[in-house]
């Protein structure tokens, strides 16, 4: 199998990196799946909003916890078994998770205990990204390795997508049928790697490079660096508030544009169910322009603004979109606030992974993109959790107006960087 010149190991060619693309993909697609069905547990099992925003937590919080010890076990018995095995693990997850009320029957036990452990088990085995890294850093070539980030990269945006976009329209089957979708899909890329991934000769440390205490400890010393990640930390965790949060508020507020004639607390759940497509819809336009400007204007743009000014506004542009939407009186106000929020996360996003890749050691720039999306992880569990929290105790649209204060001292930040360390930096 040929490869291009100077990109990757020799024996290693496109259909491992392809498999790699599908496997993060779909780990993400886990994630996302789940946001419309958050108002029907909340119907179907009374569970409150913290319960429904730690549901969404508990994903993430397994896959940075578990992380690590994917890759350490990946540099002992390979990268296949732990990337194939990973995924046949995340479809028995799933189909836990379309069968938590009758095996909570079964079990004498409660529904919402079971979606807790499938989402838990999800993220165990969905923490296997640690190990698809370490994949791209051993086929790589340190001039290429950034570019084999920015797969993984494109891979979780597009997962992200279409995740809520598939979980709401599969509800028109059933509530089950979510679940019993990316089963099928980690089955399928699971027998795609079984049959086609090449084990590649592993670069020692590889996995440690990834989500190794030197770069952690780099980081902390580096104001530069350590700027940037708590810049991508901000982002992440305002807009993983707002995902988490925007059905439940949406039909609290605004019922009649989901297609029910009731507030959640009085519809039934035959109308919650029939409003779970339009929520996945909704999310998925906004992934839609995000991903627009993040494959197209944003090159015009870069050249022109750079990185961190492109940065500071996206951040601002964000924080924006989810003032807007807390404070807005009409859901036509609200599709204002959803169209201004992805412009701000489209710019924001590749201008800081720019930055990131140009202020990390050229000969480490795929651990340090690695370990950013460690960040991202850890942001994306304390988001959902943080605007459950704020949305049962404070009120429902408290979590944007939070996460748009948030996002303000975000941009004061990336304002202060600016003017520290320039528009660009070269190296």
């Known amino acids: 199998m040929a490869a291009a010149p100077n990109s990757t ?6 259909s491992p990196l392809l498999f790699i693309f599908l496997t993060v993909f779909i780990d ?11 108002p029907i547990y909340s119907k179907a099992y009374h569970a409150s909003d913290l319960q429904n925003g730690l549901l969404f937590a508990s994903f993430s919080g397994m896959q940075f916890l578990f992380a690590p010890l994917w890759g350490r076990v990946s540099d002992r018995i390979g990268r296949k078994p732990v990337l194939v095995g990973g995924l046949l693990g995340t479809a028995g997850a799933y189909v836990l998770f379309a ?3 009758p095996l909570a029957d079964f079990l004498g036990a409660n529904p919402m205990a079971m ?8 993220g165990f085995f969905g923490a296997n990204i640690s190990t698809a890294q370490a994949y791209i850093a051993d086929v790589t070539t340190p001039a290429n390795r950034a570019k084999g980030m920015g797969m993984i990269g494109a891979a979780f945006g597009l997962g992200f997508t279409l995740g809520p976009w598939i979980g709401g329209e599969l509800t028109h089957v059933s509530v089950e049928a979510p679940g019993y979708a990316a089963a099928a899909l980690s089955l399928c890329a699971a027998l795609f790697g079984w049959l086609r991934l090449v084990e590649p000769p592993r ?5 440690s490079r990834v989500f190794g205490g030197a770069q952690l400890a780099a980081v902390w010393r580096t104001p530069r660096l350590s700027t940037l990640f ?4 901000l982002s992440i965790f305002a807009f993983s508030a707002f995902e988490s949060t925007f059905a439940r508020y949406g039909l609290a507020r605004f019922p009649t544009w989901f297609g029910v004639d009731a507030a959640i607390e009085n519809a039934s759940f035959e109308q919650i169910m029939d409003a779970a497509p339009l929520t996945g819809r909704y999310l998925g336009v906004l992934g839609v322009i995000s991903a627009l400007i993040q494959g197209g204007l944003i090159r015009r743009l870069l050249p022109r603004y750079g990185e961190t000014l492109l940065s500071t506004v996206g951040l601002a542009v964000l924080g924006l979109g989810l003032a807007i939407v807390a404070f807005a009186p009409t859901f036509p106000v609200v599709i204002l606030g959803c169209v201004v929020m992805p ?3 489209g710019l924001n996003t590749p201008s800081l992974n720019g930055l990131i890749s140009r202020a990390s050691p050229e000969e480490q720039q795929g651990a340090y993109l690695g370990l950013n999306q460690s960040v991202a992880s850890v942001a994306r569990m304390c988001g959902p ?9 404070v009120g429902v649209a408290s979590p944007f107006w939070f996460a748009a204060a948030v996002l303000a001292v975000g941009a004061l930040i990336a304002w202060r960087y600016r003017a520290r360390f320039g528009a660009t930096f070269a190296r």
């Open 9 to 14: 190991t020799p024996g290693v060619g496109r």
């Open 115 to 122: 979606l807790f452990a499938a989402r838990l088990l999800a």
């Open 28 to 38: 993400l697609l886990g994630f996302g799946i789940v946001i419309p069905l958050l």
């Open 385 to 393: 959790a943080f605007a459950g929290a704020a949305a049962q105790y």
């Open 230 to 233: 708590l810049l991508s930390f």
């Open 99 to 101: 069968n938590a009320e």
């Open 203 to 207: 670069a020692s440390g590889a996995a």
């Open 343 to 345: 412009i701000g996360f």
